[in-house]
């Protein structure tokens, strides 16, 4: 199973396995990451699981289509390789994925 490393605004991290087909999201909720609430369940209609994607994986990860882009626009705090991490979903190419959880959330 991919490792997807959830990284908290104090320096603090937790690195978990995330099945395949599973989202970031769903990683960090079934795991109890902190800051991670997701609480559209997934439905990018909330920007409660908001993260930051660690630059060296941001041409791996993509950027967010148009309706994910737009729900952004209600999250604080929002940077560059902002994505909502239930429209991340967990391939093997992705083993090894950190994301920061931003600290409005925390």
């Not at 439905?43 to 699981?49: D, K, V």
């Not at 391939?91 to 959880?101: Q, R």
Request: net charge negative.
């Amino acid at each position: 199973m991919p490792r997807i490393t959830y990284l908290q605004p104090d320096g603090s991290s937790k690195t978990v396995e995330v099945p395949r087909g599973h989202s970031v999201k769903s990683g960090a909720i079934d795991n109890l990451v902190p800051g991670i609430i997701g609480e559209c369940g997934g439905a990018c209609a909330c920007a409660t699981c908001h993260v930051y994607v660690d630059v060296k994986w941001w041409d791996i990860v993509g950027g967010p289509n148009q309706i994910e882009a737009e729900m952004l626009e209600f999250a604080a705090g929002v940077e560059k390789t902002s994505r909502l991490s239930c429209q991340i979903d967990v391939t093997d190419a992705l083993d090894g994925l950190i994301v920061s959880v931003p600290v409005s959330q925390v």
